[in-house]
Structures are given as C-alpha cells and as structure tokens.
C-alpha cells in the first residue's frame, strides 16, 4: 500500500520527468536552429542560451550523443516526409524528370546544414552512419518510382543518374562550386536529361 509520503513524491517526480522532457525539446530545437543559421558544431554554452536551460542541462544531454542525433533526426523526418510522400507527377519522361530535379533541390536545400553537421560526426557515430544509409536507399527507391523505366535501364545508367541527383552532388554544386541555387538546379537538371536519353 502507497504511503502518504510516497503518493506525495509521485507529482514531484512527474515534474521532474515533464522538465526533463521540456528541456531535451529545447536543447534539440536549439541545436536544429543553430545548426539551420549554418553553426555545424555549436558549443554546450550556445546551445544552452538559445535553449534557456543552464549549461549542465546540455552537457548531461550531450552525454547520451547517440539519443541527441536521434531526437534531431526525428524531427527532421518530420520535414522532409511530405517531399517522399507526394505521389509522383504524371507526364512523359522528360516532364517526370523535371520534377524530379525540382523536388531534389527542395529537399537538399532543407537538409544542406543538418546533413553536412551530421557528416562531421558521422564516422564516430553508428547512428548517423545508420541513418545516412538509410537517406541513400530512399533517394534510390525515390528514383525509380518517379522513374520506372529505370527498371530496363543498365546499371552504368542508373549509377549515373543517382550519382547526378544525389546530395553529395548538389553539395559541391552549392559549396565547392559556389552555384546559386536555380543555377545548380539547372547543372543536375541538364545532367538528368542527358541521361534519361540513354534509357531504353
């Protein structure tokens, strides 16, 4: 049987879960909007200012890195489903083609600063490895249903045209090459097309 001192702690300990809790959303949108303002590795400090928690809140936090990628990417999930969700467009190969670009760059210029934040951890973390194999089989199985006829295509061919709508591509447009974004969107697309002239 509860005693009396025992049913009081219950609400106290609630609280403290409910804290907790309040505090790790924080911490986890603080970081996504660092991050987003292009600081790939803020500090515990900037974390905790923008998250209005004390500086040992984030540290216990960041001990655990594994569940703090894990909270980031779920909320990130959240964003980006709808671009995988949408049925793909009807219309010929070249139209299809087209909107596939145009949803590629949407989705990379979403996830630009959180995938090259995760890329610097990447090798010292089994989750983000997890996860970033886990973006590349999508964007695959993503390829072939807006394209089908990739299905008859040959392997050289379809490697070409993952490699040409990748994110590591994009990503070197935009960075190493410094392309605007309708400028780069323009490069993968002329690629793409090209392409897709292979097809069977």
Known sequence: ????TSRALVPEADGRVRRGQRSGRAIVDAL???????MLEPTASQVAERAGVGVRTVFRRFSDTEALFAGMAA?????????????????????????????????FELIA???????LKRWRSPF??????????????????R??????????????LELATSFEAWDRLRVEQDLGRE?????VLRMALGLIEELP
Do not use: C
């Open 1 to 4: 049987m509860a005693t009396a």
């Open 32 to 38: 996504l909007a660092l991050i987003g303002e292009g």
């Open 75 to 107: 909320r990130m999930q959240a964003r980006v489903v709808p671009l995988f969700v949408a049925r793909p467009r009807g219309g010929d190969l070249r139209h299809r083609t087209r909107a596939l670009v145009a949803q590629r760059a949407a989705l």
């Open 113 to 119: 600063p959180y995938k090259r934040a995760a890329n």
């Open 128 to 145: 983000l490895r997890g996860d970033h194999a886990r973006l590349v089989r999508e964007l695959r199985a993503d390829l072939v249903r």
């Open 147 to 160: 394209l089908p006829e990739l299905r008859r295509a040959s392997a050289a061919v379809v490697d070409a």
């Open 183 to 187: 400028r780069a969107r323009a490069v």
